[in-house]
């Protein structure tokens, strides 16, 4: 059976219950019953949470074969959590258990190997890569990963799709009785967000930190009553790699004619007038998007109303210089942007919930104007691919991505048209991450190009006199330089599904195939 | 034209190839490493034998280390080992056939 953007869905998933994507809003006005976890009610008499090391806690906990632990991303490439837990777990000989991850990337190697022993079986998350994308790329986790968006994990948390038996929480400061903040510590790391949903549906919940601070730990992030053991450890993560001075504006030309491109599109819409809404992130040409839009706005005299998401300090100064309303945050890219979180008033954190999840009442991103998004590729119907490289393994991250595009009214894809000789507009992406339904304008450093489904916007830009073109055009461009890629050859067997953020399946990854030259 | 002695050409800078000729026998015997192998290693390797027999070269080791380099950066990396496996530094007839 095939979805709405043409990918086979393997007929036994269909057996197994999955549902195809069936479009952005296909599912709008679904309504459906939330599940809640086991409480523990706490010992009136005990005012400690606190237990000597990660092995009391899991002892404590219960921690039995095949149990799902979940883990947050907020430190990045800096977290020493999810290593230093799955070690104890690996010491302690257990086996068959399931990672259900907001993100996790280079800084847990042991994932890959407890993916190769048997450790673990199972995984979901919304970024995978390095050896563990290697590892379920190649086919060694036991069951099939499911990749998901920021939103869909949440939505699949509250549905119960993903149900979790203990989540272990990284936390710059605590209390002894689990008040938890992203701040107050010697290695910060702003917002928690991530994290926030993750103890309101987990049975059981461990924070871990290396700062103990006195009770009550306020403002928190994540608050004590969610919290049933506390565990204090040398050391949370490397603070250098949690948090960089600051994201660092690009140098490359091509970079920045792309931003200038984007922020000519921009203006040219109906949507950017006083107070509009605005996410981006953090790569080359959205940063530099971010800092050329200050001219824009300061030459008509008007300023973003609220921007949402990752924040980055280009975007604080923004709001110091007055040209944002406030900002609601998810998650901060460097020191400038945890310095202001809760330090001025206009910038605060939300949950991933509110930040969002498709199904609740209405989710901030439900509001968005503009999302200013980055591809790895992006064919000829506009889907976009963020999670697979050119040799077909794991190695991205939805994140966000099918989330925000799904639901800001102008979504722009900026991308260079080649990197290397990988063209990054071509005939069909290896994955479908993003459906083509959610993007709206794609701007190049070879032109730009506006989804035909967005007749409305063509009109805009054509009375602004933007050049535009057909996509295909881009696409010939592309390949004139680097020539016909090949496609890529894979096994049978499903590795991985992509969820669409409302529950269905936009693609699966399959295995690769080993590749031999001579082949052909 | 006969592989005199080995050669290299090219960088390991991503966007280039690194390409080593040697004295062989009995034809081309070609190795190609390439992080986009599995969409352009047939086209890396039609170009290095298309380029080998342009040249005139009979028998060689072709050795490809690729970090994604276009295919006109391929052909004068190919040339230049060529070339400098027989000593011609000056005058070099680019893209020309059989010297």
């Known amino acids: 059976m095939k979805n709405s953007v043409g990918r086979e869905i393997p007929r036994e998933l269909i057996e197994q219950g999955w549902q195809p994507y069936q479009g952005k809003d296909a599912y709008n006005g679904t309504e459906f019953q939330k599940v809640g976890p086991k409480i523990k009610v706490a010992d009136q008499g005990s005012e400690e949470k606190v237990l000597n090391s990660i092995e009391e806690a899991i002892r404590a906990c219960g921690l039995k074969d095949g149990m799902t632990l979940s883990f947050h991303h907020h430190f990045r490439d800096g977290d020493y959590i999810v290593e230093t837990v799955m070690r104890e777990i690996v010491r302690l000989g257990f086996r068959d258990m399931k990672l259900a991850c907001s993100s996790i990337g280079s800084a847990a190697p042991i994932v890959a190997d407890c993916i190769e022993t048997g450790v673990v079986t199972g995984l979901t998350t919304s970024g995978i890569r390095d050896r563990i994308g290697e590892a379920v790329s190649h086919g060694k986790l036991k069951d099939i ?22 989540a272990f929480v990284g936390a710059p400061s605590c209390d002894a009785y689990g ?25 059981q919940v461990v924070v871990i930190t290396d700062t103990l601070v006195p009770f009550p730990n306020k403002p928190s992030h994540i608050e004590g009553i969610y919290v ?40 040219a819409l109906p949507y950017f007038v006083d107070g509009f809404s605005f996410q981006t992130g953090v790569g080359g040409p959205s940063i530099a998007t971010t800092i050329f839009l200050r001219e824009h706005l300061k030459e008509l005299g ?3 109303g609220w921007i949402v998401g990752g924040v980055s300090t280009h975007m604080v100064n923004l709001m110091k210089e007055g040209l944002v309303g406030c900002i609601a945050d998810v998650q901060d890219f460097d020191l400038g942007a945890i310095e202001s979180l809760g330090t001025d008033p206009r910038h605060f954190d939300i949950s991933v919930s509110e930040y969002a999840n498709p199904f609740n009442k209405g989710a901030f991103i439900n509001k968005l104007d ?15 691919n963020v999670l697979t490289g050119s040799d077909g393994v794991l190695r991205g991250a939805a994140g966000g991505h099918p989330d925000t595009a799904a639901c800001a009214k102008c979504c722009i894809i900026v991308t ?25 304008v794609l701007v190049t450093d070879h032109g730009i190009a506006v989804n035909p489904l967005r007749q409305d916007l063509i009109k805009h830009l054509n009375a602004a006199g933007i050049e535009h ?38 693609d699966v990854v399959r295995q690769v195939k080993p590749f031999s030259i001579s082949e052909d | 034209m006969r592989i005199e002695h080995k050669a290299m050409a090219g960088t390991l800078e991503s966007s280039d190839v690194m390409v080593t000729v040697e004295p062989a026998e009995q034809g081309i015997q070609l190795s190609i490493t390439s992080p986009v192998i599995r969409q352009f290693g047939r086209a890396i390797k039609q170009t290095a034998l298309e380029t080998m027999e342009r040249l005139g070269v009979i028998d060689a080791k072709v050795t490809i ?35």
């Open chain 1, 145 to 166: 990963a499911i990749l998901r968006t920021h939103g869909g994990r949440i939505r699949a948390i509250e549905q119960g799709k993903i149900h979790i038996d203990v």
């Open chain 1, 228 to 267: 049933d053991y506390v565990v204090e450890v040398n050391e949370i993560g490397n603070p250098k790699k949690i948090a960089s001075a600051a994201a660092r504006m690009t140098t490359n030309p091509k970079d920045l004619m792309i931003a200038e491109d984007c922020v000519r599109v921009m203006r």
């Open chain 2, 65 to 99: 280390v690729d970090q994604g380099a276009l295919d006109c950066t391929l052909k004068a990396r190919l040339e230049s080992a060529v070339y400098r496996s027989v000593g011609i530094t000056e005058n070099i007839p680019w893209g020309r056939d059989n010297v």
């Open chain 1, 179 to 203: 008040n938890a903040s992203g701040k107050g510590g010697k290695s910060n790391c702003g917002s928690l967000s991530y994290a926030e949903i993750d103890v309101m549906y987990a049975d």
């Open chain 1, 302 to 304: 008007i300023k973003i």
């Open chain 1, 416 to 440: 260079p048209l080649v990197r290397g000789r990988i063209p990054t507009v071509c005939d069909r992406v290896v994955t479908v991450t993003t459906a083509g339904d959610s993007i709206d």
């Open chain 1, 370 to 384: 503009f999302v200013i998004l980055s591809a790895l590729e992006i064919d000829t119907d506009f889907n976009v």
């Open chain 1, 469 to 506: 073109v057909d996509i295909h055009t881009l696409r010939d461009k592309a390949y004139s330089i680097v020539g016909q890629p090949d496609d890529i050859q894979f096994e049978d067997r499903v590795v991985a599904i992509v969820e669409a953020r409302d529950g269905t399946v936009m």
